[in-house]
């Protein structure tokens, strides 16, 4: 018998494609590039999801479940850049900021010093990966991917819609005539496949902040130069506007979501973002829901970000209480730190004792979106949360705070019929702010129509119901995010990675 043959460089089968993952040191930025890497690693992929190591320590969770499931899964911690001066030690998330100055320009200055870091790390790599991802907001990985000869897609955050709206004001000179106008002067955004008017508080930009220009710009000319983009959206609920987009932007667009639907199984479910400390309070908010009836409960949750003055919660508050519904309300725990404001909380507890339930820190909003007892949501208009909303058919009220999220509730709203706006117009500061855009009776107005009867409700639920099933289809094997995924992974891996 002749010995057997000695493989080869030619025979060996070739490594899996490798994909570098660098979000926004933001939640609302990385759990979802946290589901895309857990996409990826169940398709056969490696995935490596680069971020400091505070943010890291918070992912600890994810990548333990990830390595008992045997998937090429990794959390890559880099050291926060040192030396910040004005920015207190500690910070290397915006959910941690608690003065507007820390975020603008501090944090944001911060992270681009990781680009010395993330590319030795990328050196350091027997083979170069197949591609990088990036955040939209994290232009400084451009020159890296550039120096090192590896592909480049961008992940924008908001769905296409507001992404074409922004590239779109960006291509039309929109941004500068907004910001030459009045207040209260109205404007179309050309280009768009409906009518979306804006004012300067409304327009697109994720960057709208003060101080953030040189940013912006950077993180414009990355997205010209980059090789495409991934989006967390699927096709039956944007198709218009991604073939748009897509257009405009002259470059692959690649809509893979929801990527929350990523988390198939109960742990992933609940432990979506969470920390270890946390287990009881989800368990006791379970069993609260567990006794309520079907699509009786409005929850209501604003986000990472934002903090609301004492004002604002009470507003809130009395305007659930006023509503007669049955209500979740997650509260922030920095919110509710003053002894006066604790005791307002408590005596409403007292007051809706068995019809509401206040829960002071985090919560697992996949598992409380997906229980059969909520039926609707109260949400500040962040992507992620919206489309976790309508992944699971629950309609929403719109109580949009910054940036993006005045355009994601008119998509919402206008174009999907499955919200009911609260009535805001201006955005509000990150760090408790003092403005009162919304009183209690805008509150119990908005989830009284949400939760309520008569055919307007019925037909919110019923759309939010068949997007549900639609985005479900469009993550199973078959469905366009699926294959989408499929197609991805096969373009990138046959690419290669050159040696290190």
Request: include cysteine; charged fraction near 25%; aromatic fraction near 10%.
């Given at each position: 018998m002749a010995p057997a043959e000695e493989p080869t460089a030619a025979t060996l089968a070739p490594p899996a494609p490798h994909f570098v993952l660098v979000p926004l040191a933001a939640q609302g930025h990385i759990i979802p590039m946290l589901d895309l890497a857990r996409l990826l690693a169940e398709r056969g992929a490696r995935a490596s999801l680069v971020t400091t190591p505070m943010n890291g320590a918070r992912l600890r969770g994810i990548a333990d479940q990830a390595a008992r499931a045997k998937l090429a899964l990794e959390v890559v911690?880099?050291?926060?850049?040192?030396?910040?001066?004005g920015l207190p030690p500690g910070i290397e998330n915006v959910d941690q900021v608690t003065?507007?100055?820390?975020?603008?320009?501090?944090?944001?200055?911060?992270l681009p010093r990781l680009a010395g870091p993330l590319e030795a790390y990328l050196r350091g790599l027997a083979a170069r990966p197949s591609c990088i991802i990036s955040d939209w907001c994290s232009g400084w990985t451009a020159g890296v991917a550039t120096s090192l000869g590896i592909p480049l897609l961008f992940f924008h955050g908001p769905p296409c819609f507001y992404s074409l709206c922004d590239l779109n004001a960006i291509d039309h000179g929109l941004r500068e005539q907004i910001a030459e106008a009045g207040d209260q002067?109205?404007?179309?955004?050309?280009?768009m496949p409906v009518r979306v008017e804006v004012t300067k508080a409304t327009a697109p930009g994720l960057l709208n902040f003060p101080r953030l220009?040189?940013?912006?710009?950077?993180?414009?000319?990355?997205?010209?130069?980059a090789d495409g983009a991934v989006v967390n959206t699927f096709l039956d609920l944007e198709?218009?506007?991604?073939?748009?987009?897509?257009?405009?932007?002259?470059?692959?667009?690649?809509t893979l979501g929801p990527f929350c639907l990523a988390n198939k199984d109960a742990e992933a479910v609940?432990?979506?973002?969470?920390?270890?400390?946390?287990?009881?309070?989800?368990?006791?908010?379970?069993?609260?829901l567990d006794a309520r009836d079907t699509d009786s409960v409005v929850y209501v949750n604003f986000g990472s970000v934002v903090r609301k003055h004492r004002r604002m919660l009470v507003e809130v508050g009395r305007g659930l209480e006023d509503s007669g519904k049955p209500f979740l309300w997650v509260v922030k725990e920095p919110e509710v730190a003053a002894p006066e404001v604790r005791g307002w909380l408590e005596a409403l507890e007292a007051r809706t004792a068995g019809r509401g339930l206040v829960v002071r820190g985090w919560v697992p909003q996949l598992a409380i979106l997906s229980h059969r007892a909520v039926g609707g949501f109260v949400t500040h208009c962040g992507w992620n949360s919206l489309l976790e909303s309508i992944a699971h058919g629950v309609p929403v009220v719109t109580w949009p705070h910054i940036s993006d999220q005045f355009l994601n509730e008119r998509l919402a709203v206008d174009v999907l019929g499955v919200g009911v706006p609260v009535g805001v117009t201006e955005p509000v500061n990150l760090c408790e702010d003092e403005n009162m855009p919304v009183g209690r009776e805008d509150v119990a107005r908005a989830?009284?129509?949400?939760?309520?009867?008569?055919?307007?409700?019925?037909?919110?639920?019923?759309?939010?119901?068949?997007?549900?099933e639609e985005a479900r289809r469009a993550m199973a094997k078959g469905g366009s995010s699926y294959e989408n995924l499929t197609r991805l992974i096969e373009s990138f891996g046959q690419r290669g990675g050159k040696q290190g």
């Open positions: 911690e880099l050291p926060f850049p040192t030396g910040i001066d003065d507007n100055n820390h975020f603008a320009p501090l944090l944001v200055d911060a002067e109205r404007f179309v955004v050309p280009g220009e040189a940013l912006w710009v950077q993180c414009v000319e990355a997205m010209r130069t198709h218009q506007f991604v073939a748009c987009y897509e257009a405009a932007l002259g470059k692959p667009v690649w609940a432990s979506r973002g969470n920390k270890a400390d946390d287990v009881a309070r989800q368990s006791a908010v379970t069993a609260w989830v009284s129509a949400l939760m309520g009867g008569g055919a307007e409700a019925d037909e919110r639920r019923m759309k939010a119901k068949k997007y549900g």
